[in-house]
């Protein structure tokens, strides 16, 4: 059975901190990773993939990959309380381009 | 261009009644999902369908069924409703090369 884990928090952080957020997975041989970010009563909203061992940037998230220890992170500079939310780590657990989800980390941005 | 699109938003059923879930997406993918997510749980996929005309079971498909109608409409139905499949119901789809997915705002399900 493919997992993805995730702490499920909350994590607190104050206003204009980095906020960092964990995700392991158990398939090696997984080659896409996504970050995604869920508010409350609303849908899943895709902020970040990255397929490359490496950091991959956009605006205020960084996606960091590391294959061979089999993790995942997303770092959230400059935090602001919109950011309060709940992100999920999903991972390709298939041929058919199937995600696995993790159950997501609370996050919550102090002001 | 409205993205993924779900209804009902909200639905109160009584056990063993009926009811279809619908989704469409006006983003001409391929593939597209049906996920139900409870608290602790995370997202768990029901069924998939990777290109019309075909559909797989997920993680949980037990006591429920699906139809791809066309390449843009893929439902969900449950015959016979239980209190155990009280839960939000999301729909997803995908473009046949990234694996990117984008999901529809959700239907809330109560099952009395």
């Known amino acids: 059975q493919k997992e993805v884990e995730q702490n499920s928090g909350p994590l607190s952080v104050p206003e204009g901190a980095i906020a960092s957020l964990n995700c392991t997975y158990s398939?090696?041989?997984?080659?896409?990773f996504f970050w995604y970010r869920q508010y409350s009563g609303k849908s899943p909203e895709l902020i970040m993939s990255?397929?490359?061992?490496g950091d991959k940037e956009d605006g205020r998230f960084t996606a960091q990959l590391n294959k061979a220890s089999q993790y995942v992170s997303l770092l959230i500079r400059d935090s602001q309380p919109s950011d309060s939310a709940t992100y999920l780590c999903?991972?390709?657990?298939?041929?058919?381009?199937?995600?696995?989800f993790g159950k997501g980390t609370k996050l919550s941005v102090k002001p | 261009n409205a993205g993924v699109t779900q209804t009902p938003k909200f639905q109160v059923l009584k056990t063993g009644q009926s009811m279809t879930l619908q989704c469409a997406q006006d983003?001409?993918?391929?593939?597209m999902y049906w996920y139900r997510q409870d608290p602790g749980m995370g997202l768990r996929l029901i069924y998939y369908?990777?290109?019309?005309?075909?559909?797989d079971k997920g993680e949980v498909p037990n006591g429920y069924n699906v139809s791809r109608l066309n390449k843009r409409e893929f439902s969900l139905r449950l015959e016979s409703a239980a209190p155990s499949q009280t839960s939000v119901y999301f729909c997803?789809?995908?473009?046949?090369?990234?694996?990117?997915?984008?999901f529809g705002p959700g239907t809330r399900l109560t099952v009395t």
């Open positions: 990255i397929y490359s061992n």
């Open positions: 983003m001409n993918h391929n593939s």
């Open positions: 999903a991972v390709r657990g298939g041929s058919q381009g199937n995600l696995i």
């Open positions: 997803a789809s995908r473009a046949g090369g990234p694996d990117e997915q984008y």
């Open positions: 398939d090696r041989g997984s080659q896409s």
């Open positions: 369908s990777a290109s019309e005309g075909t559909t």
